[in-house]
Structure formats: C-alpha cells, structure tokens
C-alpha cells in the first residue's frame, strides 16, 4: 500500500508548483487520497508515472493514507481541548464554545471540534489540517521569546538538518539568486513584513506562521566575482519547539518554500 510519505518519495522534489499544489508533498498527499492524478507531476518520468498510476489502482482508496489515520487520532484530542484557553495560548479568534478562527500562512481557517475549512467552506489537504492541530494541542506554547535561533540550535533538530538545509533554505536560495526584487516581492505576497533587524543581508523579512510563531528570513544573494552562492537563513523563535514538534517544523518550512518558488 502507497502512502503518501511512499509517494513523496518517488517525486522530483523540486516543488516546482506545476502540478498546481505549491509543493511536491503537498502533491503526494493528494494523489495518495485520489484527489489528484500522479499523471499531473511535471517532472516524473513517463514509466516512473505508469508504473505508480497501476500500483495506485490496484490499491483501495484508503481511509487509509498516513495523515488521514493522523488526523482521526488527533481529532478526539481537538475534541477535549478548551477552545477559550486555546484561543487565548495561540492568539486565535474565539468565536464560541465549539469554533476558533486561526491564520495560518498568511490564510484564515475554522476550526470546529470535527474539522477545519478554510475560507472558501472547504477541509484543506490532511497535512495543513494536522499543522493545525498539532500546534492547537501544543500544552502551554509562551508568548514568543523575541531571540532567533537557527533550526539546528531548536532541541533534538540534529536527524532534520539536513532536510531543513536542503528542502527549506536551499530551496529558497537557489530560486532567487540573483533576484533579492523577486525574493521580496514573494515575501510580500506571503504576508512577510521587512524587518529592521541589522545584519549584512540583502533582505529580510518577517512572518508569523501561526499568530504566535514568528520566523525571519534573511537572504544573502550570490556574489559571483567571491564565489559566494546566495543563501537563505530561516530563523526561528527560542521557543519554536512548544509551538510544534520537530517534524511538523519541518513539513512547514517546507510548504513555506514551495509557496515562496511558487
Ligand atoms: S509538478 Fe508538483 S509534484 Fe512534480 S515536481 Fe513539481 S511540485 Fe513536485
């Protein structure tokens, strides 16, 4: 049986957003839950396509898809949870008992005890939803620390590094080399405000992820005369780790440049 984690690992990995989802794992969680064809990827070969579009047919439509099984298990979580006190912890819109309103990448989204939709009425892909919950069932997140630190200082990041570097901060690097107006212009687009933080960077933007997770990107362009690459640093706040676990920081900073290149 292909999960979504299964076929994520087969895609070229470029989020290059042709396939019309801002990133590859965003597209592999479709096509696992058959709202989207495998067909649709730009960049996979045609046999590589073949291949997976039989092995997908032969399977049943799963219920069955990682994050499908990890929402049902967090939603009598969310359930439990007092949507007052969460609303206040987070800084999300309490609009009753049973619902909050939350911006999420720049996005607002519903969140009642049996689900989430976004501004259009809809549930998004089961990835941004379990984002969503994961951060909503965070104990206790404090107020920001206002101190950035590097993905690799946050607590138990070391087997991450290396996707952090590749997937997030390389990604967004390699995009705009040579093009800090098109890096700026992106970050506008993503609800990023200039930072006055000092520093020899040629840009640097702030965001809030969720109302109560601040980030900094700050961007080196290439200097090609020194050899120098251009370089992308996405900083976090001290205390990133009680706002999400290790690996949904992850999944995050990589949806965040897929949005960014797209
Ligand atoms: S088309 Fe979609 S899945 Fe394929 S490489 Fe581009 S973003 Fe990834």
Redesign the pocket.
């Known amino acids: 049986m292909k999960t979504a984690v299964d076929i994520y690992k087969l895609?070229?990995k470029?989020?290059?957003?042709?396939?019309g989802?801002p990133?590859?794992f965003g597209?592999a969680t479709k096509v696992a839950s058959r709202m989207a064809p495998i067909t649709a990827?730009?960049?996979?070969s045609a046999e590589a396509k073949m291949a997976l579009a039989e092995e997908l047919a032969e399977q049943p439509v799963a219920r069955g898809t990682v994050y499908e099984q990890a929402l049902i298990s967090l939603r009598p979580k969310i359930a439990a949870l007092d949507f007052a006190k969460t609303a206040s912890l987070i800084g999300a819109d309490f609009i009753g008992p049973d619902t909050i309103e939350l911006t999420f990448l720049g996005d607002k989204y519903r969140i009642t005890k049996e689900r989430i939709i976004d501004k259009d009425g809809k549930e998004p892909v089961p990835f941004i939803s379990i984002l969503i919950y994961n951060h909503l069932s965070m104990p206790d997140p404090p107020a920001p620390s206002g101190e950035w630190i590097t993905f690799s200082s946050v607590p138990a990041s070391h087997a991450k590094d290396k996707a952090w570097a590749g997937h997030v901060e390389e990604v967004i690097a390699r995009h705009f080399t040579g093009d800090v107006e098109g890096l700026e212009k992106a970050c506008e687009r993503l609800g990023g405000v200039q930072s006055a933080v000092k520093g020899n960077h040629d840009a640097a933007y702030e965001f809030r992820f969720f109302p109560r997770y601040p980030v900094l990107l700050q961007f080196y362009d290439a200097v090609p005369d020194e050899d120098f690459p251009a370089q992308c640093k996405l900083l976090l706040d001290k205390h990133v780790n009680r706002y999400l676990d290790i690996e949904s920081i992850v999944v995050l900073g990589e949806e965040f440049a897929g949005r960014m290149t797209a």
């Open positions: 895609l070229p470029t989020n290059c957003g042709t396939c989802m990133t590859c597209f990827c730009a960049n996979l």
